[in-house]
């Protein structure tokens, strides 16, 4: 049996050729490429949080309080529950944010439609900036994964 996480790119490169996936850093013997991928990788990921950075006014972690909740969304969507408000506590503690700041900062995402707040203070995802639009903004980093397969 192969170990899908070997590194060596040996029994991998089986399994790729076989119709599979492949290990990303497994694909490769050559570390040239495996180099030349996370270079790619590495400028759109960039890319991305420079755009994702800009449309939260700089503030990285008002994307992470919001990505929450997209998580939240898509689970939903799949059927793996049913859609709950969260408060700013519930919020820090999942994203080690201080509850003051995630309050703060929860505020300012409802007040951009980011989110909406129900009369009990909690949060659900609003509609200013969708599920696919998240996605569209990662996509580049799917696409070049997706390439090297």
């Known amino acids: 049996m192969t170990d899908p996480h070997d590194l060596t790119g040996g029994p991998n490169r089986k399994a790729e050729s076989a119709g599979e996936p492949a ?10 490429l495996a180099a030349r ?17 800009s449309r939260f ?5 008002q994307y992470l ?7 939240q969304e898509i689970s939903t969507a799949s059927g793996n529950g049913r859609r709950r408000g969260l408060n700013a ?12 700041t995630a309050r703060r900062k ?21 509609d200013a900036y969708g599920v ?10 799917w696409d070049i994964v997706r390439q090297e397969r």
């Open 89 to 100: 506590l519930s919020l820090s503690e999942i994203t080690q944010i201080p509850r003051e």
């Open 65 to 71: 309080l919001y990505l929450v909740f997209v998580l």
């Open 37 to 53: 991928f996370l270079y790619r990788w590495a400028g759109q990921f960039s890319a991305a949080l420079v755009r994702i950075r």
């Open 57 to 61: 006014d700089g503030d990285l972690d």
């Open 132 to 141: 696919d639009e998240v996605f569209d903004e990662l996509k580049p980093l």
């Open 106 to 126: 929860l505020l300012t995402l409802a007040q951009a439609g980011y989110l909406r707040r129900d009369e009990e203070g909690l949060y659900y995802l609003g």
């Open 23 to 32: 290990n990303w850093t497994g694909a490769h013997a050559d570390p040239t």
